[in-house]
């Protein structure tokens, strides 16, 4: 009888082992499906983000009776500003947020003040990876009198014949109006306004 027993339990030992043989197989079939799975999957879409090689997509310069409104294209053009540099709005956006600051007039005390504010918050605008040009149609000279006497950190372009101020439906009778856009990098309008626009207005349409 001893013997007997012994003889039946060496084939369940065995029917044991390949069961955990196979276990393990199956195992590792699964861990293999699973990577091949995995490696099948498209990656996981990135958030948008300001991308130079996207580009800016920008309308072209053309007289326009009222101002560009927030999420459509910005007017392209290029200009010199107050140190004789060529500017253009496209090169520009491949680095930086753009804010126009158009106003009527050099020296005059309500410009002046709206533009030594910019000066005074310019820690902001930087932090923000935004640059601002104050947009008239002085000459570069005054222009360049004008930057130099409050140190401001930033370009004064000559609108030449206001062309500028024309194609952002800014061009007044007599002299260019107040108005402030910011323009992102993408070459949207992301805030067009008139007047005395604050601050804390234009930092919330750049965003941190």
Known sequence: MRHVVMIA????????ACSDEAANRQ?????????????SQPAASQPATDDP????????AAPRAELIPAGEPAAEFSAKDHKGQTLRLSELLEKQRVVLVFYPADFTPGCTKQL????????E???????????????IETHARFAEEHGFPFPVISDEES???AAYGCKGKDHTQRV???????GKVLLSEAGMVPHEKIFAALGE
């Open 163 to 165: 062309a500028i101020a």
């Open 9 to 16: 339990l060496f084939p369940l030992a065995g029917m044991l």
């Open 116 to 123: 030594c504010a910019v000066r005074d918050d310019w820690s």
């Open 27 to 39: 195992s590792e079939s699964v861990a293999l499906a699973d990577r091949a799975s995995a490696a």
């Open 125 to 139: 605008f930087e932090r923000r990876n935004a640059t601002v040009l104050g947009v008239n149609p002085a000459s």
């Open 53 to 60: 090689s996207v580009g800016a997509e920008l309308r072209p």
């Open 180 to 186: 402030v856009y910011v323009i992102g990098r993408d």
